[in-house]
């Protein structure tokens, strides 16, 4: 299978501290992976490296059709300011073409054709004329998950993408990755680690170091031996409950529940 990205020996230092130490981890084109962790161990971190957002130590060498940042989909965590660009959501949408049109690439009608078939598929294509700035944090999610495809990545990262959208939308958002994972790499950032071991095939452990493991062979000793600070509960070998580890934690974040 192929190798898309090849990451080794990368570290992240912001001033005094280390987000990220000695990193090495490879990602297939058949690699369908869930990024899971604490708050500020590292998940943002380690994606915007392999995406060319973040200065780091060390290589990452990524497969030739993925220099410059072709066909990989990117749907970054959520914050405040992302809102604030004056753009509707169709443009939104289609400035995920930009990486493979460059800045004065038009857009085509089959481009437009197909922002709204994306849209229609998440259920926004009533707010493509809509700036974003009035979207619910559900609604621009759903945008952003759009504008990460529209490019037909080879590779897809999402940073935590379910966070906002409602359980309905939730349940759906993993059907549709289920789906393109059949045809793209894709590598998804999730605090629900009970969900989304059932969906994922490996998962990577990310605190300060990363680890990852097959699904199927995860079990809360494994995690607890690769001080993942996350307890999971199995019921016939399905992780069930995920309660947060307070002991060796040393972020001041509040930690997230998931029952
Ligand atoms: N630009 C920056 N300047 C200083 N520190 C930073 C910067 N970006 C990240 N950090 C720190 O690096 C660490 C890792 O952050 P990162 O965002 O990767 O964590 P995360 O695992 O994505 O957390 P979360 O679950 O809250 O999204 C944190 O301690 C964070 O405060
Ligand atoms: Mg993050």
Known sequence: MQKLVEISGLSVRHGNLTALEDVNLDIYADDFIGVIGPNGGGKSTLVKSIVGLQEYEGRITL??????????????????????????????????????????????????????????????????????????????QRALLCRAIINEPRLLILDEPANFVDNHFEKELYDILERLSKEMAVVVVSHDVGTITSVVRSIVCVNRTVHRHATAELTAELLENYHCPIQVVFHDDIPHTVLPRHDHSHHHHDSHHTH
């Open 63 to 140: 497969a030739p059709e993925l220099e410059g940042g072709h066909r990989i989909g990117y749907l970054p965590q959520i914050n405040n300011f992302d809102k604030q660009f004056p753009i509707s959501v169709e443009e939104l949408i289609l400035s995920g073409l930009q990486a493979s049109k460059g800045l004065c690439g038009r857009y085509r009608k089959e481009d437009r054709a197909r922002a709204a078939s994306l849209a229609e598929q998440v259920g926004i294509a009533h707010l493509l004329r809509r700036t974003i700035g009035g979207l619910s944090g559900g609604e621009l």
